[in-house]
Every structure is written in structure tokens, then in C-alpha cells.
């Protein structure tokens, strides 16, 4: 049983930078997986916002690419998102999720805290 611990929301304004990060409960560094948010605002539905699988590939919305640089420290089992050149249409909450593929497989996600960008 994997948890997710998930830091860094608030309020910045337009323009304004914030750093999510998220922490699994387990190690990380001997499985397959992908670690990453989605976010969701409201009256909206969930999307992707950025991923880093455990090869370093990386999946971003058309949206923060350039401006989310996701990371990861593996030693740590912490993702992080380094959130620069807010918007107010970032307004959401952010949800941290990890996918364990192949033998030992699972989908796990953290509670989600908001992040809101002032105009």
C-alpha cells in the first residue's frame, strides 16, 4: 500500500512561481512507473498536467510545457514541479499521481492541494 503526500500549494499571482512536490510512501528506485499531477479547476475536468516516467521520459500538457519542468529524486522517492509563469488559468487543485506498471502494478494518488493565480 502506497501513499502520497503531496506539498507546496497556495497563492501566487500572474507571473508568480510555486513548487509542488509529492512523495511516495515506498521505494521507487527497482520498480516501473510513472509519477506526475493532473490537475483539476473548477467546473472542468481532470487533466493531464506533467509526468516523468522512471526512464526520465516526460509527458506534458500543450498548456505548461516550458513553463512546469517536472524532476524527479529517486534516493528520495519525491517528484517535483517547478510551477513559473503562472496564470490565472492554473487555478486548480493539483493531484499528485504514481502508476506502478507491470508485475507490481497500481494506481495511486495523493489528495490534491490548490494552487491559485491571482490576475
Known amino acids: 500500500q502506497v501513499q502520497l503526500v503531496e506539498s507546496g500549494g497556495g497563492l501566487a499571482q500572474s507571473g508568480g512561481s510555486l513548487r509542488l512536490s509529492c512523495a511516495a510512501s515506498?521505494?521507487?528506485?527497482?520498480?516501473?512507473?510513472?509519477m506526475g499531477w493532473y490537475r483539476q479547476a473548477p467546473g472542468k475536468q481532470r487533466e493531464l498536467v506533467a509526468t516523468?516516467?522512471?526512464?526520465?521520459?516526460?509527458n506534458y500538457a500543450d498548456s505548461v510545457k516550458g513553463r512546469f519542468p517536472i524532476s524527479r529524486d529517486n534516493a528520495k522517492n519525491t517528484v517535483y514541479l517547478q510551477m513559473s509563469s503562472l496564470i490565472p488559468e492554473d487555478t486548480a487543485v493539483y493531484y499528485c499521481r504514481m502508476r506502478v506498471l507491470g508485475f507490481q502494478s497500481g494506481d495511486y494518488w495523493g489528495e490534491g492541494p490548490l494552487v491559485t493565480v491571482s490576475s
Open positions: 515506498r521505494s521507487i528506485i527497482n520498480s516501473i512507473n510513472v
Open positions: 516523468m516516467s522512471s526512464s526520465r521520459d516526460t
